[in-house]
Structures are given as C-alpha cells and as structure tokens.
C-alpha cells in the first residue's frame, strides 16, 4: 500500500543533547524540548523531548530539516540553545549531536534568557547529572543508598543501614559491584562513610561534598530533590518538601523506597543540602518519613575521621558477582505452564547442626498450597523477614536458606523421661541448637563466591534473636558440571568447624532443571 511505502522510506534521526559542567564532566540534558521543522516549512513545526539520558529517536521522512530549542537550558550561568540544520536519508539512521560545540551559548543574565529552563534546578536532570555518583550499599541484613563524595573512592551512606559492619559490598551499576571497606559508622551524627577501591571510583562521577561553602538559606515547604538506588532500580529520584529545619537534620516529607536512604540531597538550585536517613517508625508515623542529615555534620565527620581515612588501605578492585542481566519472563512463563518441570516446593537437605532450603524463582512465582497453620513450606517461602521485598521480586538466583535446628536440652529431657514414669506428660521444650554465622559453597574443590551472602533476623524473645542464612548465587554458579557441591555451615557455638553437607547431585539436577528456560534466552539472544 501507499502507506506501507512511506513507512518504508523514512529515515530514524537519533538525537543527543549534553554539555559540559564547570568540573569538565559531560551532562546530559533531560526533558530538553526540541523543534523539528521541514525545509522550507510546510506544516507546524513538531515538538520532541529528550529522555533522562539527553537522548530522543525520531522517525522522519527523506528531507532536510531544521532542529532547535524550544527554549534555552542554563547550567553554570551560561545559557545553551540550538539551531541545527540536518538532512535525513531515505531508509538510513543519521546521528545529530547536540553539545556545547554548536550551541550558541550566552550568559544567563542576558534578558534573552531569563526564560531559560535551569539544569540545575530539574530534578530529572539532578538525576541525570549525578546518576553516576550514586551506588548501592548491600549488608548482610540491609540495602540502601549511597554517594561517592570524591575521587579517592570515600562513600557516603545512611548508618542506621550499616550498623556494625565493618565491610559491605558496593554497586555502582548494574554490572558492577566491589567491597567496601567501612572507615566510619557514627550513630550520633547519623552518617556512615566507606571507602571502596579508588581505580574503581575514577570510573564514576563524585559529587563533592563543599564543606567551606556557606549552607544555602532554607525555608519551610521548599521543595527538595532526593536520589536514591533503591531495591530493584539502581537510579531514582523522589521529591518533597521541607517540614521542619534544625541545626543538623531538616524533617520532610519526603517518602524514601524500600533500600532508597542514605542518598543525597538537594535544593532546587542544584546545591547539596545532605544525605536522606529513614525516621524511626513511632506514634502512628510512616516508617517510610524521610530525614536529611545536612552537610554540615557529613563535613564534621570527614574532619574528625580524616586520619582514618588516609591510613585505611585501599579495597581490592576485584568485581563481585551480580544478579543476572538476563531476564526472568521466560521462568514466569514456565510457572503458568501446566506441563512444568519442577518441584514448586524448596528442595530440602539437613546437616547436624541445620535445615537447608534450596529456593528458584520458580518456587517464590508459584509457591505450594498451604497445607495447614505454620505449615513449614509457607514459613519457608513466605517469611524472609528483613529480605522479603528481595526474594518477593523473584531475581534470577539460586537462594539458599540454612536454619539452626532446634534441640531439647540433656535435663528437660531427663525430667520428661522420669514424669513418665509416674504417668505425667510434660511437652518438649526446644532451644536453638546454634545460630548460624557463615556459609561457604564449593563446586568440586573451587569456593564459590555468592552474589549476596545475607542472614535473617527474627526475634523470638526479649533476649534471643533466631539468625539464618539466605545465600544468593548465580544460577550457573552450582551446577551438575561441579560433580560434588558441598556446602560449609558454621555457628556462633562453635565457629573454627564447619558443619559440612555435601548436596545430594539430585538436588542439584532439579535445580538446573528450573532454570532451564532461563538459560534458553541466552542460545536466543
């Protein structure tokens, strides 16, 4: 058909609009509005806008066109607007680069631009600007936020998220994560610093904490940005507005995602007013509220612990591994097939001192009827305490959870067994056997590093808190191709001897079965 002709004929224009900041560092320019117009014109000119990466894919037909700003966009007091002439091809992709170099640049004083869209003061752009400085924190307990605060490799994150650790782990992209080795934990000011390898950090972007710069005048329902990387996205952005202002916490209500505190903060010119912390749930609040710890006291701490940072060496720059970037749709598939391979219960083994539960994707996205009240299969797939939100997304991992068993102490049972005897029934009264610290996994005779090594925490009495373990590896970490998989479980009781559990090979058949479909995306691909 005609149409189909026209379609055919066209052209894809890919645009990308950047400029370059006062430290030397390429922008992008978010949500910039373009005009594409014909030449000569011959309708109204068509309206575009670029995407949180300053770029935009337009389908046109053979011609020459003409592509400008809507309106200028102002970063560092200067002004940047384009007009570009550009030819698109018959059936051809033409690539147009919007940058400083073609711009026509004039100062933002000029009454020309006082209508200039502010880089500085979008929040989409304070995304797109410091997207690079932002980073995860993984625990073995918790996740949140965090930001590189200069080019040696110092992060700085939430404390109630590190808590005791002295190491975590760091992602800054989705491909990339490293250990981090933490330099300072302060309950008081409410801020955690951690310093990861710093060849790794030149690869980012630090955002600079300006501790001689005066603190920006603030005022009661200011709006403020927040960027965090949650659980699940590794780049978000929320906004609010100021509550309360103290001398070194600002009160908002800002609403954080679940692993989002810890990141930075900002005003809307762009100035860094501190990092986000979570407010203790109490009298009915959110437990979500969000708080800013404001620079100030970030600085007070670079300054107190600025001797151990200096003197801690420098993380080794090895890569962990991540959770897969291929995608799960073809296991979700799998769960909705009524011919499915698989078990949709855990796959069980036990060791002297555990229970371990061997978890797919498959099990969490079609777990087993429940047979009964605290039925064990519903524990084990329905209660990941402070991981639920993790496993409840269903990554592509292999999860393996180790639980202390529970034991009947030597005189409880001496007295069971003698009231008995004179026709009295006392019930067994069971205690953890021992907590777990640690597990380590080896194929063949190789260690296997996990993509998390977590624990889970529930408190089962004032003075006693149930630990277990939930290890995440990569679905091709443990496979039939080790031979022999062997795990090694270590306790709080006796922690210098593993309690070791070599998998039944069946176990491990059936895993690799569950992920079948998974792998079948990469021989697409």
Wanted: net charge negative.
């Amino acid at each position: 058909t005609p149409h189909t002709g026209v379609a055919q004929a066209r052209g894809m224009l890919h645009i990308t609009v950047t400029i370059v900041d006062s430290s030397q560092r390429v922008t992008p320019v978010p949500r910039h509005a373009l005009l594409i117009s014909d030449t000569p014109p011959s309708a109204p000119p068509r309206r575009i806008r670029t995407s949180l990466e300053g770029r935009v894919d337009v389908r046109l037909a053979p011609g020459a066109y003409t592509v400008e700003s809507d309106r200028p966009v102002a970063l560092d007091g200067k002004a940047y607007q384009w007009t570009i002439a550009v030819d698109v091809v018959d059936g051809r992709d033409t690539a147009l680069e919007l940058n400083a170099a073609n711009a026509e640049v004039v100062p933002v004083t000029d009454e020309a631009t006082s209508a200039a869209a502010s880089l500085e003061a979008d929040p989409s752009s304070l995304l797109a600007r410091w997207q690079d400085s932002l980073v995860a924190i993984w625990t073995a307990t918790a996740h949140g936020s965090g930001f590189l605060v200069d080019g040696d490799g110092l992060v700085a994150a939430d404390q109630q998220i590190i808590g005791d650790a002295a190491f975590v782990e760091v992602q800054l992209s989705p491909s990339l994560k490293v250990a981090g080795t933490v330099v300072a934990s302060d309950g008081t000011r409410g801020i955690a610093l951690i310093r990861i390898n710093s060849s790794v950090a030149a690869s980012a972007k630090a955002l600079p904490v300006e501790c001689g710069t005066p603190a920006e005048p603030l005022g009661i329902d200011q709006e403020i940005v927040a960027l965090e990387a949650p659980l699940g996205r590794l780049r978000d952005i929320r906004t609010g507005s100021i509550e309360v202002i103290l001398a070194n916490v600002i009160d908002t209500d800002l609403q954080s995602s679940p692993g989002g505190s810890g990141g930075p903060a900002f005003a809307t010119t762009g100035q860094l007013i501190g990092l986000t912390t979570l407010v203790p749930e109490r009298d009915g609040q959110s437990p979500d509220r969000t708080r800013i710890v404001r620079v100030g006291r970030v600085c007070e701490l670079l300054a107190a612990v600025d001797e151990e940072i200096r003197n801690t060496p420098d993380p080794s720059p090895a890569h962990l591994p991540v959770e897969s970037l291929r995608p799960l749709s073809s296991i979700q598939a799998a769960t909705d097939a009524p011919a499915r391979a698989g078990n949709p219960r855990p796959y069980r083994m036990s060791s002297s001192d555990f229970d371990v539960a061997f978890i797919t994707p498959m099990q969490v996205l079609s777990p087993p009827a429940r047979s009964g009240p605290g039925d064990l299969m519903e524990r084990l797939l329905g209660d990941f305490g402070n991981w639920s939100r993790y496993v409840d997304a269903a990554p592509p991992v292999l999860l393996i959870r180790v639980t202390p068993k529970l034991v009947e102490g030597f005189w409880t049972k001496v007295a069971r067994g003698a009231a008995t005897t004179v026709g009295v029934s006392i019930p067994s009264i069971t205690h953890l056997k021992a907590n777990f610290t640690e597990m380590r996994a080896l194929c063949g005779d190789a260690g296997v590093v996990p993509v998390h090594p977590f624990k889970l925490e529930h408190r089962v009495s004032e003075e006693d808190t149930l630990v277990e373990g939930l290890y995440a590896f990569d679905p091709d970490a443990l496979t039939p191709g080790c031979g022999t998989v062997t795990l090694q479980l270590y306790s709080e009781e006796d922690p210098g001897n593993a309690d070791a559990l070599v998998v039944d090979p069946k176990v491990i058949e059936q895993v690799w079965k569950d992920f079948a479909s998974w792998r079948d995306v990469t021989k697409s691909d």
